[in-house]
């Protein structure tokens, strides 16, 4: 992205340099920087210009030795090598690699966004490509190219260096830290992403210059940008003729020295700006490279020309790989500051730009794409276990792993850095959710399909063995599997919705389970069917619902039908004396208190240690201006605020449904006295069963909003927090986020992204609050936290109106968070494990027609499903089988490669990626901090017998034995001394995992049903 934010910058020549002999080394790295999405949908894109560029730039790679290309994100590029390339450019392309003369840069499908995005979507993306390199060329990056997401995650380094990166590379950062860290010449630093890991998970990391990714355009001696000779990409079509807009000025005897002295310039503007004499001049921008002939036609002679007059110009020049810069660097032998694991966000470009409405924009995608990941990891354990244990099984493989993996391209696609932040234009914003829900659909047929057949001719099928005709389908009955996808043990509710007003539940045996069944929140037709389930991990159970019309009769089997209490509507210019008339609702952790003066929330009570924390919920509006002429704006990227923020209410109802198993309260707020229809709500459900107590879920409903409107949820208590909160790093680690005053713009630059959890905090208690989707979030007054859940914008910029990209969302959102309140110790050992089952809640599988009903089905019939279970700080990451057809012996897989033979692993379905880690940070928790040791053979003894065990890199290229990373000095003199004594060859398959490590091995299992 963005031509225009680079091209304000302006040629400033620093003639103060010292003159040294040694002339200033340039690599001039060529790219081409390619959104998988932004403003044009990919098919759109594939057409306008991004097949051109693999092509020509393959064929002009192919015609000179000394010419360089880096590939960076695979999602375009795995298009063109399955639907355009010949057989002829693929022949090329496998020579190119193989020389290094076309290197592949991050290597994931997308350049994912390191705000919004979760731990789990980051490694998913890169392991799509990296597996797609390895298995197609024997390749694995060692370098990272993020050069446009909005900010940089400290999760982001750690992940790299676990997939055996050398070295990161990112771009945007705060404007005034990046000033500042040029003038320091300290855009070179070793990052420590994890405060646990420390420097067993470094990475040494470039920051680029205020230029950024793409080359300088102005030029002093023509009207026409600088050094892109191919022009600007021109949609929907390429022009018949060749001839695009903007075409630079071609490199003539006429031209070519003021070209030379432009370059130059910048060249050591540049190198001002860092420590040793090696600079990165990246030739490129977006949507570049389309025709290659033309850009390597004018850049060969002016290099030329360069070097020819390099004692004059102080300067030589030669085309580069990302590698070859970093290998110079790294022979350099200077000495690195070390970053510990501080990031960069939020990110502001100018005093009035934080790049912090996106953290919210486009709530509804943010969901759909968590919800798609949540579906993609319960379908790919499911169909592990299964492929596992009935390797004969009816449901074919292939077509399984078809299912798993448009799923997961879906899945990765949108994670790109216009994608899920909502910053896109909105034809592909509904291209994502299309290709979302249409790989969504494929995941359900295929868990429909590995719970429903028989799995073999030995095991009766889920509901026995014959089928029975129409007419013996008891009447109203309805049949469901609940399936667990996490390695714990899980009692919780499940909720479904029905259109009957009571139910009977009961288990596979016959037994009642307990339910409860009412009216629901969003509808007068509808009734919600709340079931508390117990399920081990990785494990389903089959539950038989009847419903009916009539109240049932057998009230020991029968749902509890619960009935609301409704309190009148309070005004807010009432609200004169609040607090004297509260009503209390409680379980075993919590007693809430509401205020029926204003039907708000006044105060909860953590009953185990009987603390109380004055706090109210409620809705604020913050009013964004659309109008250039009158300041700031507001739009997808931008969070610009027009003052503070208002109520956004003028009448608030409330309800409260008691139960058995949960309680509901809800509450309604209304624009206006006098309106019908609530703008904003909240539901409130406090468990009263077997459930955990410890959280308290609250489902919000908001929309449509007014024009020009950002909403937030806003949280006020008795906390003494200082304006200082905690948010989360992907999912992966908490950051503090210290309250800073600004001369301009203070409300939006203390605006973070919260992927998964936020926190405040005093010296007593902690409140928490865990979310489904990304938002945004700050503390702007003590004791106050405000999640923005929704925006609706739109402003006259030319640049937003061109392109589409204001944010004209109308649609009505319902995310869900979870709120947890207690000491810090308390909540401490909790909030973790909560945020992940919240990520990956049961899945609920309605089963329309089921062959028979239980009563009928036959002695012996029931088949036991088999679980995993995990210690409590120990999260099982992936277990899926990915199907890649490629030797795990890399000398092997280079052989094969290289000589185009089939691969020489035939069979990828026998090998099984498992990726496990640690909850917990260094000291956290004074047990469950502690490094966790477990024998892999046992955990998976329920599924098969583990007969191979072997640790790989983060994305399973390469086997740790075999990977070597580049060593770094540091001012402090650490050396990564961590190195785990476990090898494959370890017979008795125990490890030990240490604190937030992630380790990642292939296992190959043998079925006890085999």
């Known amino acids: 992205m963005k031509l225009f934010a680079v091209a304000m910058f302006v040629f400033i020549y620093c003639s103060c340099r010292t003159v040294q002999n040694e002339p200033i080394q340039t690599f001039v790295i060529p790219h081409s920087h390619m959104d998988v999405g932004w403003v044009y949908t990919i098919q759109e894109s594939m057409h306008a210009y991004a097949a051109n560029v693999y092509t020509t730039v393959t064929e002009e790679l192919s015609k000179h030795k000394q010419r360089r290309f880096i590939a960076v994100e695979q999602h375009f590029f795995r298009l063109w090598w399955d639907t355009v390339a010949s057989e002829g450019h693929k022949k090329q392309v496998h020579q190119l690699v193989e020389e290094g003369r076309l290197e592949f840069i991050i290597g994931g499908q997308v350049m994912h966004d390191e705000a919004v995005t979760s731990l789990d979507d980051q490694i998913l993306q890169l392991t799509e490509g990296h597996g797609f390199l390895y298995e197609t060329f024997g390749v694995r990056p060692r370098f990272s190219w993020h050069v446009d997401p909005f900010g940089a995650s400290a999760t982001t380094p750690v992940l790299f260096s676990l997939a055996g990166f050398n070295a990161h590379l990112v771009s945007r950062i705060d404007y005034d830290l990046k000033d500042q860290m040029q003038k320091n010449k300290a855009l070179q630093f070793v990052w420590r992403g994890s405060p646990s890991l420390k420097e067993k998970q470094e990475i040494f990391t470039h920051v680029m210059d205020q230029f950024s990714y793409c080359t300088p355009s102005y030029l002093p001696f023509s009207n026409s940008s600088g050094f892109y000779w191919n022009g600007v990409a021109l949609f929907p079509d390429p022009p018949k003729d060749g001839v695009y807009p903007n075409m630079s000025l071609p490199v003539t005897k006429e031209t070519v020295h003021a070209y030379a002295k432009t370059m130059v310039e910048n060249i050591k503007q540049r190198a001002e700006w860092f420590r040793s004499r090696h600079v990165l001049w990246p030739w490129g921008c977006d949507k570049q490279f389309y025709n290659s002939s033309v850009q390597f036609n004018n850049m060969d002679p002016l290099m030329k020309y360069i070097n020819e007059h390099s004692e004059d110009f102080g300067v030589t020049v030669q085309y580069a790989t990302l590698s ?38 486009r709530n509804v995608l943010k969901g759909v794409a968590r919800r798609a990941s949540s579906q993609l990891h319960a379908a790919e354990t499911l169909f592990t276990r299964y492929r596992i244990i009935f390797p004969d099984g009816p449901v074919a493989k292939d077509w399984a792993l078809d299912k798993l993996r448009a799923l997961r391209w879906a899945v990765s696609e949108v994670q790109h850095h216009d994608g899920i932040t909502g910053t896109e234009s909105p034809k592909v914003a509904n291209m994502y959710l299309q290709h979302l829900i249409q790989a969504m659909m494929g995941g359900e047929e295929l ?26 389908r008891l009447p109203l009955e309805e049949h469901v599997i609940v399936y667990n996808p996490l390695a714990w043990n899980i009692t919780t509710i499940v909720n479904m919705t029905t259109k009957f007003t009571s139910a009977a539940v009961f288990d596979e045996e016959g037994t009642p389970v307990p339910a409860q069944i009412q009216r629901s929140a969003e509808s007068n037709t509808t009734f919600d069917l709340f079931i508390l389930v117990e399920l081990e991990g990785l494990q389903y159970r089959k539950y038989l619902i009847k419903f009916s019309d009539t109240p049932c009769i057998k009230k020991y089997a029968c749902a509890y039908e619960a009935k609301g209490a409704s309190f009148e509507r309070r005004f807010v210019k009432n609200w004169r004396r609040t607090g004297r008339r509260l009503l209390p609702v409680m379980n075993e952790c919590y007693k809430l208190m509401l205020d029926q003066d204003n039907n708000l929330l006044h105060s909860i009570t953590y009953l185990p240690e009987t603390t109380t924390v004055r706090m109210t919920q409620d809705f604020w509006e913050y009013d964004a201006n659309g109008d250039i002429k009158s300041g700031p704006i507001s739009d997808n990227y931008i969070f610009s605020a027009n003052g503070s923020a208002v109520r956004a209410y003028k009448a608030v109802e409330m309800e409260i449904i008691p139960g058995t198993i949960l309680t509901e309260i809800r509450q309604f707020f209304y624009r206006e006295e006098t309106d019908k229809d609530y703008t904003y709500s909240v539901t409130t459900r406090v468990s009263q069963a077997r459930v955990p107590c410890s959280r308290l879920e609250q489902i919000y409903s908001l929309g449509p909003l007014g024009l020009n409107t950002e909403v937030v949820l806003r949280t006020s208590s008795s906390l003494k927090n200082n304006r200082d909160l905690y948010t989360d790093d992907n999912g992966y680690q908490m950051m503090k986020r210290t309250y800073r005053e600004y001369t301009n713009n203070t409300i939006a630059r203390n605006y973070f992204p919260m992927v998964q959890t936020a926190y405040m905090e005093d010296d007593r208690s902690r409140l928490v609050i865990l979310s489904d989707r990304a938002h945004g979030v700050s503390s702007q007054a003590n004791g106050e936290l405000e999640v923005m859940l ?30 947890m309140l207690g000491s810090l110790s308390s909540v401490s050992k909790l909030y973790q494990r909560e945020a992940i089952m919240l990520q990956h809640r049961p899945v609920i599988m309605p089963i329309a027609q089921p062959q028979k009903p239980w009563h009928l089905k036959e002695p012996g019939s029931s088949f036991h499903v088999p679980s995993v279970v995990l210690p409590p700080n120990l999260h099982l990451l992936s277990f899926s089988i990915y199907g890649w057809n490629y030797s795990s012996d890399h000398d092997v897989h280079l052989k094969d490669v290289h000589s185009g033979r089939a691969p020489h692993f035939e069979s990828g379905y026998d090998r099984v990626l498992l990726r496990l880690m640690h909850l917990f940070e260094e000291g956290e928790d004074p047990e469950l901090s502690k490094p966790v040791t477990i024998n892999i053979k046992e955990v998976l003894n329920g599924i098969g017998e583990v007969r191979v065990l072997e640790e790989r890199s983060l994305t399973g290229t390469w086997n740790t034995t075999s990977l070597q990373r580049w060593k770094w000095k540091t001012v402090d003199n650490a050396e990564a001394l961590f190195k785990d004594k476990w090898t494959s060859q370890n017979k008795n398959f125990t490890v030990s995992i240490l604190p937030k490590q992630i380790r990642t091995f292939f296992v190959q299992l043998s079925s006890g049903n085999s």
Do not use: C
Not at 447 to 471: D, M
């Open 324 to 361: 070859e810069y970093f290998k110079a660097i790294n022979q350099a032998n200077l000495t690195w500051e070390i970053r510990g694991s501080q990031d960069f966000l939020p990110y502001s470009t100018e005093p009035y730009q934080a790049w912090t409405g996106f953290y919210a924009s």
């Open 790 to 819: 929704h925006r609706r914008l739109w402003n006259n910029l030319q640049w937003n109106l061109g392109y589409n990209l204001t944010l004209n969302d109308s649609s009505v959102v319902r995310p869900t968070m979870w709120m």
């Open 447 to 472: 868990l429909a399909a590995l719970f429903l057949l028989p799995h073999n001719l030995n095991i009766p099928s889920l509901f026995g063995r014959h089928s029975h005709g129409r007419g013996d």
